[in-house]
């Protein structure tokens, strides 16, 4: 028989049974819909943290100081704390900056948390001091007025870039450009807002992602002259005291191979100057790297979760091809007194199974396509009906965006015809099997 | 005893069949050394009482079945002893089949019913669908092509089904009381029909265990037992 007879005659026995018929289908299209959601969300996830990633520059080495574990649990006795010194110096930005070839150019940024207000509006800010390369390295683009310059590095003027966020904030209303912001206890003019910058992914062991909206930038040399390295903070009623030089040094390389021989001259570097570890180096092409093989894993995961429903799903199409076998025992012995080979029965039931596992398969791809809007239309529902629980999701969930994976959609069709061939021998072969003579005498 | 009818080419012949059934250590013989010939043009009604063997003679007739002992000649080849698949396709190019119950298929209409041996014929016949249509028209079902068996009276499904033996244009038409579940009124349009094929020059093998029915035959051949009775020429 021809192929298109062959399909022909498939729809129309399942058409015999509609809703057995669809609800086979709907076991399949479940199957099939699943793996293409999980699969785009997975890839979404992990689309998200690799931009976050690349956006840290694949080039570039960032040494951060982090406070030492020991240190701290030792001066744990509460009430006033002498300040301990840590971290990166100034000194070793300029033995990075002068003794590795490699280095393009290396960007230094102190870094705290203090209250920004303008009137009566005030957020808790993130003070970024930094030198005026800090705004290409990070492809921050100033939206409006202008970024940090040297000359305010050089006068130690009391300058400041807010983030776009900040702007919004502490400004409902005003133009805040040629406004003083304080900061501590300083006063700042604003000459600059920077657009607005989505979060790179997280360095220095913290899990969240780098966010971008709550920074102000002051210059590096205005900050030394005006707040200085030793910082104290009042927190649960005990002063601490740190004096930190630099919080991060980042350093780019020319060339994607030299990152690693670099990021190895600068561990080697640190160590002899450094008696404890109270830095950490990251290189964010490892990282790339990591979040590579972390998506393979959730992808083989992925993949056996949907294969379980796949396989449910094909259960349910075995069933209902034994209930049809049965059913039909009479056509199967017609159709052998007529000079049906049992080739030719396994074949008809094949492909009525083949039919009946395309069609769930094709449903399925096209329930695929809708994971996108269904996302969007799940976050504006939490949005709009749960806020709170909104407000406490993480970024990373909030900003999903599934990403279908061209590659699953084949992967799940074929599996899907796979599992109609597989589930669906052991019926065909039950029909081909029958006696003739029996299966012509059947009620 | 005649069991060799004389004159005319041989198109079917048993020679000597048994078959042997074995029911819980006892051995039943269904057929016991059963010889007839069908020659070309013959029509031919087997008769008995149920347990003569004369559903078991049919099924080996129809390929359907493979005797225990002995020889079946069918377009000058001995199918006796063939595999299952060469089986399928002796009967689709071979045999035509009618049954009691016409045995349509359900899910198809009129027409697709009566394509469906050409479906199982290597290699395909060629202008089948052509065939179909004047085969329905033939059996007087041109108007009704479309239809499906439920819309059909039980005369008019039988129709259905004697076109569909006639379909590949097969050696020998096996009928298994074709009468069985229809009124006598009906029963005699049908009879007529076969008796027109017939008259054309169709081999028909016919059980009944009606007499007025199998009076129509030429030849009336009684089992008893798995055994021949006695075959006779129809006088009228």
Not at chain 1, 404 to 413: E, G, Q
Request: hydrophobic share 45%; aromatic share 6%; proline share 4%.
């Amino acid at each position: 028989m021809k192929l298109f007879q062959q399909l022909r005659l498939g729809f129309r026995s399942l058409l015999l049974h509609k809703l057995r018929s669809a609800l086979a289908v709907l076991g399949i299209l479940i199957g099939v819909t699943a793996v293409i959601w999980l699969v785009a969300l997975g890839e979404g996830v992990s689309w998200q943290a690799q931009q976050q990633i690349k956006d840290l520059g694949a080039t570039s080495i960032i040494v951060r100081s982090i406070k030492p574990a020991e240190e701290s649990s030792q001066n744990s006795g509460g009430g006033f704390r002498m300040g301990i010194a840590y971290g990166l110096l100034r000194d070793d930005y300029e033995r990075i900056v002068t003794n590795i070839p490699t280095i393009q150019r290396a960007v230094p940024m102190r870094e705290i948390s203090r209250e920004v207000r303008y009137r009566e509006q005030a957020i808790d800010g993130q003070v970024i001091a930094c030198t005026p390369e800090y705004f290409g390295m990070n492809r921050l683009s100033i939206a409006r007025g202008r970024a940090l310059s040297e000359i305010d590095m050089q006068t130690y003027d009391n300058v400041v870039v807010l983030a776009h966020e900040v702007a919004e904030k502490l400004f409902p209303i005003e133009d805040p450009l040629e406004r003083s912001v304080q900061i501590g206890t300083e006063f700042y003019v604003v000459v600059g807002i920077a657009a607005e910058r989505s979060a790179a992914a997280a360095i220095g062991g913290s899990l969240d992602a780098r966010q971008y909206d709550r920074d102000v930038y002051i210059p590096l040399s205005t900050f030394r002259a005006r707040i200085g390295d030793r910082v104290a903070t009042m927190r649960a009623g005990s002063f601490q005291s740190e004096t930190v030089e630099l919080t991060q040094v980042t350093a780019v390389v020319d060339d994607m191979n030299q990152v690693d021989a670099t990021a190895d001259i600068i561990r080697s570097l640190l160590q002899r100057y450094h008696k404890q570890v109270d830095y950490a180096v990251v290189v964010p092409k490892e990282l790339l790297e990591q979040a590579e093989t972390l998506r393979a894993m959730f992808n083989v995961l992925l993949l056996l979760i949907a294969g379980i429903s796949l396989l449910v799903g094909g259960i349910g199409i075995m069933n209902i091809m034994l209930a049809t076998v049965t059913e039909r025992t009479r056509e199967i012995g017609i159709r052998r007194a007529l000079g049906a080979t049992k080739g030719e029965i396994v074949q008809q039931f094949l492909w009525e199974t083949v039919v009946l596992s395309g069609t769930g398969g094709l449903l399925g791809v096209l329930a695929g396509f809708l994971c996108g809007p269904t996302v969007t239309a799940f976050r504006a529902g939490v949005q709009a009906f749960f806020p709170q629980v909104w407000a406490t999701l993480p970024p990373n969930i909030r900003n999903i965006e599934p990403r279908i994976a061209p590659w699953s959609i084949i992967a799940a069709f074929a599996i899907s015809v796979g599992v109609g061939i597989v589930f669906g021998i052991y019926p065909a072969r039950r029909a081909a099997n029958m006696d003739p003579i029996e299966a012509l005498r059947h009620e | 005893m005649v069991n060799v009818a004389e004159g005319g080419d041989v198109v079917a012949a048993v020679r000597d069949v048994s078959k042997i059934y074995s029911l819980g250590g006892h051995q039943v013989r269904a057929l016991d050394g059963v010889s007839i010939d069908f020659r070309r043009g013959d029509y031919v009604a087997i008769m008995g009482s149920s347990g003569s063997g004369k559903s078991t003679l049919l099924n080996v007739l129809g390929c359907l079945d493979r005797p225990t002992k002995g020889q079946y000649i069918l377009a000058g080849q001995d199918v006796a002893a063939m595999d299952d698949e060469t089986l399928s396709r002796i009967r689709g190019r071979y045999l035509g089949f009618i049954f009691q119950s016409y045995n349509l298929i359900q899910q198809l209409s009129v027409v697709e019913n009566i394509e469906v041996p050409l479906s199982y014929q290597y290699p395909p016949m060629p202008d089948g669908p052509e065939r179909c249509r004047k085969l329905a028209e033939l059996v007087g079902l041109a108007q009704r092509l479309g239809h499906r068996p439920t819309e059909l009276s039980g005369g008019q499904q039988q129709r259905v089904a004697i076109a569909r033996a006639l379909v590949n244009n097969p050696h020998v038409i096996l009928a298994d009381e074709p009468t069985g579940n229809l009124d006598t009124a009906t029963s005699h349009e049908i009879m007529d029909l076969l008796e027109a094929l017939n008259r054309a020059g169709r081999t028909i093998v016919m059980v009944t265990h009606e007499n007025d029915i199998a009076e129509r035959a030429r030849r009336i051949v009684r089992l008893r037992d798995g055994k021949i009775e006695s075959i006779s020429e129809v006088r009228r």
